[in-house]
């Protein structure tokens, strides 16, 4: 069965207008001279039904003057609600007349001079199309997620200075990283993820740093880290801006994309410390990819206002994943044992928490003589 739909086709005339002529008497017969000469070119429509075709009223396109020039008339305004019509390729061309000199006052010529045609070339219509934009996407943004990545089981990390001690936590199946406040380590236990953290921003911690977290990423490490304390004029000591720019740089630019990344680990101050610090850090850091913020605790032994404020921290980081890299509790060893069997189950239930780290992997906290385990240190690696 034929289909109905309207097709068009577009057909150009070209017509002679004389624009002005004058007649009179030359000797024994009449003469005409043509003086100006105007060619007028325009655009018909015929439209094709399958069985019949229609012609529509013809529309004037170009005019062109004796000498050529071309002046163009715009299309006359339209309610019909067909479709532009589109110009054949081939177009008959339009002529002009050229226009001739004879004076009207000889009489010994009784022919008038020659008409001369010549043929020109008419300008293609253009039917206007209109310009679809191209739109870019933007830059990706990194989404912070609403819960931890890691299993409750395995949240607990070790934050060190002596490696060799580490041996003493191989047999616990609740600690699964370690850091030890540098890009380097030496040999540490298998069963660990080693996660490099860039300490500052000076060129003493930033010169072999891309370097460095290529090879652990490369070894096995999946996490990076950022600036020490940058709130504490005697750790990293960085403002929020300089440390974003500084966090774009060695951070997000080389390693967006090829790790989780982890914010700056801001101390729990107040003012312009602490949560406020986080804050401004995040705003500064526009496009940045920041996988999960990291911070620090020390105000006692008092388990509630911990967790309170780690739903503090949690709602400043923007709801990204919390790494606790530093807390401690206060009191001799019975107090801090008892803080930590009180808050080591709420840390691994909690969705708001990734990783923590109680501080630290040393002779008197978590271990008692190299790499014997301390009370402490066989709450914090056995304590459901």
Request: with cysteine; proline share 7%; net charge negative.
């Amino acid at each position: 069965m034929r289909s109905s739909t309207l097709s068009n086709l577009a057909i150009a005339a070209s017509s002679l207008l004389v624009k002005e002529v004058f007649a009179g008497p030359v000797g024994k017969r009449d003469t005409y001279v043509v003086t100006d000469v105007v060619i007028v070119t325009a655009e018909m429509t015929v439209y094709d039904y399958g069985t019949s075709f229609s012609t529509g009223a013809p529309v004037d396109v170009a005019t062109y003057t004796s000498e050529g020039v071309p002046v163009l008339i715009p299309a006359p305004a339209t309610t019909s609600s067909t479709s532009t019509p589109v110009p054949i390729s081939t177009q008959a061309p339009a002529v002009f007349i050229e226009k001739t000199t004879e004076s009207t006052t000889s009489t010994t010529s009784t022919t008038p001079a020659p008409v001369v045609v010549k043929p020109t070339t008419v300008a293609p219509v253009v039917v206007p199309t209109t310009l679809v934009p191209v739109v870019s996407s933007p830059a990706p943004v990194s989404t912070p997620t609403t819960g931890s990545t890691t299993s409750s089981s395995a949240k607990r990390g070790l934050a060190y200075n002596d490696a060799s001690l580490l041996t003493g936590f191989t047999g616990s199946n609740k600690i699964s990283w370690a850091y030890n406040w540098g890009s380097t380590t030496a040999s540490i236990p298998s069963t660990l993820e080693y996660v490099p953290l860039l300490w500052g921003a000076s060129s003493s911690f930033t010169n072999n740093w891309i370097s460095a977290a290529t090879k652990a990423l490369a070894s096995g490490s999946t996490h990076l880290m950022s600036f020490n304390e940058p709130d504490l004029n005697t750790q990293a000591n960085l403002s929020p801006q300089a440390a974003a720019a500084a966090y774009k740089t060695y951070m997000d630019t080389p390693f967006a994309g090829k790790a989780q990344l982890g914010s700056p680990a801001v101390t729990n101050g107040g003012g312009s410390m602490g949560l406020t610090w986080l804050k401004n850090f995040i705003s500064a850091c526009t496009n940045c990819q920041i996988d999960f913020v990291c911070i620090h605790w020390y105000n006692g032994g008092d388990a509630n206002a911990f967790m309170s404020y780690i739903d503090n921290a949690y709602a400043a980081g923007g709801n990204r994943p919390l790494w606790i890299t530093e807390f401690q509790g206060q009191g001799d060893t019975n107090a801090q044992n008892t803080f930590l069997q009180t808050v080591i189950p709420q840390l691994d239930a909690s969705p708001k928490v990734a990783r923590y780290a109680y501080f630290m992997a040393s002779d008197g906290v978590l271990l008692s003589s190299g790499s014997t385990l301390s009370p402490l240190g066989n709450t914090f690696a056995s304590v459901a």
